[in-house]
Every structure is written in structure tokens, then in C-alpha cells.
């Protein structure tokens, strides 16, 4: 289970509730226009962990995110997503 993430502008830092083979963030313009993705390699254990968000975010503006989780071949999505401003 995903418990939480934050953004905190970059890396963004989300709180793994198990632990994962990777995680995806998935970024969307306020228009929700598909932005770009970034994708954390190798296995990752319960607890905190920082992915680079993706280099597609040129300009500044709010975005948003959702993020999802992938273990033993199932994937687990974090229902209510996040936001954040690049500035």
C-alpha cells in the first residue's frame, strides 16, 4: 500500500507502506496534458524514498502527479495523486 507522498519540489518524497520492486511518477499540466514520467530502479523497502522528477518540467507552473507503486507484478496507484509549483 502507498501511504503518502510530498512534494517538496525535487525529488519528490514518497512513503512506501511495503516494500516495492519500483515506483512511477507520472506528472500532468494543469490541463492535465501528460507531461512526462520517472521511474525508480531496483527494489525499495518500506519507509521514505526520494524519486527525481521527470526533466520534461521546463517552465515554471503547478503540476500534478500520481504515483504508483509496482511489487511482484501488481501495481498498487496512489488514489488522490498531488500537486506541486515549480518555480
Known amino acids: 500500500r502507498l501511504e503518502r507522498s510530498a512534494a517538496t519540489g525535487k525529488p519528490l518524497r514518497v512513503k512506501l507502506g511495503m ?6 511518477v507520472k506528472v500532468y499540466t494543469r490541463a492535465m496534458t501528460f507531461v ?3 521511474t525508480t530502479g531496483g ?3 518500506a519507509g521514505w524514498h526520494r524519486v527525481s522528477l521527470p526533466a520534461d518540467i521546463a517552465t515554471a507552473g503547478t503540476y500534478f502527479f500520481k504515483v504508483s507503486a509496482t511489487r511482484n507484478q501488481s501495481t498498487y496507484v496512489l ?7 515549480k518555480f
Open 36 to 38: 512526462g514520467a520517472a
Open 43 to 45: 527494489p525499495l523497502g
Open 19 to 24: 516494500p516495492a520492486d519500483s515506483v512511477e
Open 79 to 85: 488514489p488522490e495523486g498531488g500537486r506541486f509549483v
